[in-house]
């Protein structure tokens, strides 16, 4: 094969064994990669109905056919398992050279069972895997556990590890590397914690096999050349995805204490031009000349990098306005490895319920301290933080008042940075993504604010199928980072030239569409699986607060959402991807995405339609 090294490495971690093991070259051609790999993976794997934080789960790191070759945004990794937040696929994709080192030490993937007795380290070096005590970084948040191993083995490596927050399992913890760059929303850095795995170090030495390597390190000189010709690119190389907080606020679509309101006094204070201000540098993942992560000095006299969703959701949605403390928390969610879209959402969530009294304790919005020691009760799972670290579905259960209205979630993932309140378009791509409420697959809303906020229409719904196609299913099954096409233009025919030269095979845009549907309806029935009975359309109904309390400010005052429109939008999305009624894909679907044995296990747990 060429492109794929046709590997995985198989990692036991209660045997201490690791084995390498060829894999049928038809799952790289059906599956491509990444997510795509993990899916089918953990479909084919895992036995349904295991507590994710038990040695039965599965945590896979799994590049794509395009990772390690030099091909523009291809420094990223995917990182999956059954998620302890939402009981059902969970995975992430972060920035990380250890991606690359993956590929090169000979592996596609790696897929790691069982539980280390003691805390370990997954040494990775070429062919040769050890596993090393852990028991002197157990404790160290991730940055100081990164520093170490660097110290240890060298700059070159690439790490992925976990902070206080996997190790004590919060249910959001994330997987962090490279001081900033963090992935695994759905708690995957709970799963690798339960695993006792600290942190996983790969060196790798070998050529990847390329079909045809001097076409594509033209393609790939031409496709960085092409990015930095794009309009946008100076602009993004200034404030990366930070713009958004503007554009958000103009648009009243910036969450605001706790998802009430879309602007936010202060939102010049947080966003794209205030963070110039305080600006030191550009940081990135590899192989990428856009290098998008803003560094900026913090209330702490440190560093941190900022996002547009880590400010929003530590700034804005809990009330605070000032830039160099949100940037601070931020660094303190990185260092503990806490994904900071959940943390917002768990915060914003305790201070409305406070301030309703439903709760004794005592929060407030905007107070630095007071979030500061919050964030680390949760890490730590002290006092009201072990509730909070079971995520905002299981915070709301425990504390009932009604409380499930203002817990942003959906499918038990907390909702990203876009308020919904005049979103319908939006609000279904947040219903419907494949691992919870999470923007990455289709960003519809700027789509949607140009076009019209207020209908539920049929080309809404197309939209957002299109993008969770391309988004969900082939960037993330290729493992290229989506924001050259999203926020530059960057034409997705590149994408086809560069998987050719890679892998000798023609790869037409349609047969990457036809993957991705494969790719997210063997996700679907996996959330089926899992849920089986209890599964139900209202789990993608978003919560209460978008359609009974109305914006109270700003251009759009007194907009909500429509439940019965919502639901009708819905059922019709449910139509176009072949699923019925209930959101569950049709026997006839699964078969012509050459998915019968999907279909037929299916069966055991609910009764499909034809
Ligand atoms: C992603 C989610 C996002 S989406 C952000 S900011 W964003 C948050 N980042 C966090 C962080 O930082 N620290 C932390 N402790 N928690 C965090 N949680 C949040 O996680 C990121 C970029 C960004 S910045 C985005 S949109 C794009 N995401 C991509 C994606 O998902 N797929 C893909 N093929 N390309 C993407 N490119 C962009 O990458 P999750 P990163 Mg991230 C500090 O992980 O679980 O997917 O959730 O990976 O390397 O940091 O790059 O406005
Ligand atoms: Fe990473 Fe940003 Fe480059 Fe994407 S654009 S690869 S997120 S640095």
Known sequence: MFGWTGN??????????????????RLALSFIGGRG????????????GIDPLSPENK??????????????????????????????????????????????????AVIIGGKAETPVILHVKNKVAEFVDAKDFWGLTSFDTEKHLKDIYGRSIGVVSIGPGGENLVKFAVVISQEGR?????????????????????EGFNDIPVAYPDDLKELSAAGYREIMTKPSFAFWKRQGTMSTVEWCQENSALPTFNFSEGVFEKADKMGGFAMEKIKIGNRGCPSCNMTCGNVVSNSNRSESEVDYENVVMLGSDIGLGNLKQVAALNRLADELGLDTISLGNVIGFAIETSQKRRIPEKFHWGKYMETRDLINDIAYRRGFGDLLAEGVRAASAKIGHGSADWAMQIKGLEISAYDCHAAPAMALSYATNSIGAHHKEAWVLAWEVKFGRKGYTEEKINKVIEMQRIRGGIFESMVICRFPHISLDFELEWYTKYLQAATGREMPFNALVYAADKILNLIRAFWIREYGASWTRQMEIPPMKWFKQPLTMGPLKGAMLDLVKFDGMLKKYYAKRGWDDRGIPKRSTLQKLSLPEVAKQLEQYVVLSD
């Open 8 to 25: 995985f490495l198989r990692v036991d971690l209660t045997k201490n064994k690791a084995i390498a093991e060829k894999y049928d070259s």
């Open 37 to 48: 790999f993990a899916a089918k993976i953990l479909w084919d794997e895992l036995i349904p």
């Open 59 to 108: 945590l896979i790191f799994a590049a794509g056919p395009l990772t390690g070759l030099g091909v523009p945004n291809s420094g990223k990794l995917v990182v999956a398992a059954k998620s302890p937040l939402t009981g059902s696929y969970g995975d992430g994709n972060l920035g990380t050279s250890a991606g690359i080192q993956m590929r090169q030490a000979g592996y596609d």
């Open 182 to 202: 963090a992935g695994g929303r759905a708690g995957m850095g709970a799963v690798m914690g339960s695993k006792n795995l600290k942190a996983i170090v790969f």
